[in-house]
DNA sequence: TATCAAATTAACCATTTGGTTAAACTATTT
DNA sequence: AAATAGTTTAACCAAATGGTTAATTTGATA
C-alpha cells in the first residue's frame, strides 16, 4: 500500500479540481478530461476513484450544498440576543460565506433546478432540519410580534436578499455598473450593513 | 414557395420547442434530438432553419432575456403616482410575470452565469436603457429622501425578493413546505403583498 | 400538367465523451 | 530480493451528439 499522505493528496487533488471544474461549468457542462487535466492526472484515474461522473458530482454536490445552509440555527434560537441582533448576525454571516464562494449560490440553484429531486436526497446531510427551523420561526414571531406566515416570508426575503447579488452578478455588474467590477465589488460590501438595516427598518416600519 | 402559413408554423412549432427544451435543460443539458421530437419534425429540419444549436439558442434567449426585463420604466418616472405606489406596481407586475413564466428566472440565472459575456450582447436589444435605469434612480431618491446608492441597494433587494423565490422553488418547497408544491404555490401567491408591504415599511422604518 | 424552388426526410459522418482494460509502476511486506 | 497489493497510465471502445448530404416531397406558377 501507498503510504496515506500520497493517497490522500490525489483524491484531495481530484476533488479540489472536480469542484472548480463542476462550480463553474455545472454537471452538463463538465467534462471528465478537464477535471483530470485541471488535476493533472490521467482520467482512468477518476474513474478509479470515483466510479462515474455522476458520483464524483454527487460528492463534490453534497459539501457544497452542506456549507450553501450556514449553522445559524443555534444562534438565532439564543435567548441572550435581541432579534436586531439576530438579523444582523445572520446576514453579516451569511454574506461573508458568498463573498469567500462567489460561485456557491449559481451553482447550488444551477444543479437544483437541472434536478429538483437532488434537494430532497440530500435534505438529511445538509445541515438543515425542518424541526428546528419552525422553531425558530416561532421564537422569532413571538419576538418581533408577526405572525408565523410574516416571519416565513421575511426569511425567505432576507435570504433573498443575500444571495441574489451573486447569484445574480453578470447581471447586475453588467446593467447596474456597466461591467465596472470594482464597483460592483463594492457595492456587494455595503450589503452586509444595507440588508441587515433594510429588514430591521421593514420591522420597525411595520410595527408603528 | 409554400404558403407562408406552413412556413410559419414549422418555425414557431421549432421555437416553441427549443423554448420548452432549453429553459427546462440549458444549453448545455439540451438534445437537438430532443427539440426536434419536441417539435415532430427531422432533426436536419432544424438546422435548416436555424443553423447550428448555438444559433438556435441565441434566438430563444434573445426574447426569453428581453421578457425577463420589464418595460416598467415609464411608470416607475410617472409624477402621477407616489412612490409608494410605484413600488406595488412594480412588485405587482414583476412577480405575475414570473408566475406565468414560472421557469424564467433560474433559465436566465443558469445561463448568464455559464456564459457572462451573453448579457452585454444582448443588453441593447433586452429593452434595459442604463441612461433611464439612473434617471429612475433619481426621481425615486428624491421621492423616498434616500441617497442614489441607498435607493440602488433597495432595488436590488426589492427585485431579489421577487425572482429568488422562484429561481430558489425546489429549495424553498422542499426546505420550508416540505415538498408540498401547493403550500409553496400559496406562499408565491402571498408574494406580492408582502414583498410590496416589507419594502414600504422599511422605507418608513427608515425614515422615523 | 410540366417545371421549379422551397421544405422535409432518411441515412450518414466526424467528433466528443464517459467509461474500460490491460499493462506498467510503486511501495510495502516477507 | 521476490512477492504482493495498491496506484497510475496509455490505448481503446461504444454510445451519443451536432451537423451534413443527397434524395424526395410539396405546392405554387407558368
Redesign the interface.
Known amino acids: 500500500m501507498k503510504s496515506n499522505k500520497i493517497e490522500k493528496d490525489t483524491e484531495s487533488k481530484i476533488l479540489e479540481a472536480a469542484k472548480r471544474v463542476f462550480v463553474q ?2 454537471l ?2 463538465a467534462r471528465m478530461q478537464e477535471i483530470a487535466d485541471e488535476a493533472r492526472i490521467n482520467k482512468a484515474l477518476l474513474h478509479y476513484y470515483f466510479r462515474s461522473k455522476e458520483k464524483l458530482f454527487m460528492t463534490i454536490f453534497k459539501v457544497e450544498l452542506n456549507s450553501f445552509f450556514p449553522r445559524l440555527i443555534p444562534v438565532l434560537l439564543s435567548p441572550d440576543m435581541t432579534h436586531e441582533q439576530k438579523i444582523r448576525h445572520f446576514v453579516e454571516e451569511y454574506i461573508d460565506l458568498f463573498l469567500k464562494n462567489p ?1 456557491l449560490p ?1 451553482f ?3 444543479e ?3 434536478n ?1 429531486q ?3 436526497q440530500f ?1 438529511g446531510e445538509s445541515g ?1 432540519d ?1 424541526r428546528k ?1 419552525k422553531e425558530v420561526m416561532k421564537v422569532l414571531s413571538n419576538e418581533m410580534g408577526l405572525s408565523l ?2 416571519v ?3 426569511m ?2 432576507t ?3 443575500c ?3 451573486f ?10 455598473f ?2 465596472n467590477s470594482t464597483e460592483y465589488n463594492q ?1 456587494l460590501r ?2 452586509k450593513k ?2 441587515a ?10 410595527t ?1
Request: positive net charge; proline residues 5%; without cysteine.
Open positions: 461549468k455545472g452538463d457542462g460561485f449559481a447550488v440553484l444551477r437544483v433546478n437541472r429538483p437532488i434537494i430532497a435534505i438543515i425542518s427551523l406566515n410574516e416565513l416570508h421575511l425567505v426575503t435570504v433573498s436578499a444571495i441574489f447579488p447569484a445574480g452578478k453578470p447581471i447586475i455588474e453588467q446593467v447596474l456597466e461591467g457595492f455595503e450589503r444595507f440588508v438595516d433594510f429588514v430591521i427598518f421593514s420591522i420597525k416600519g411595520r408603528i
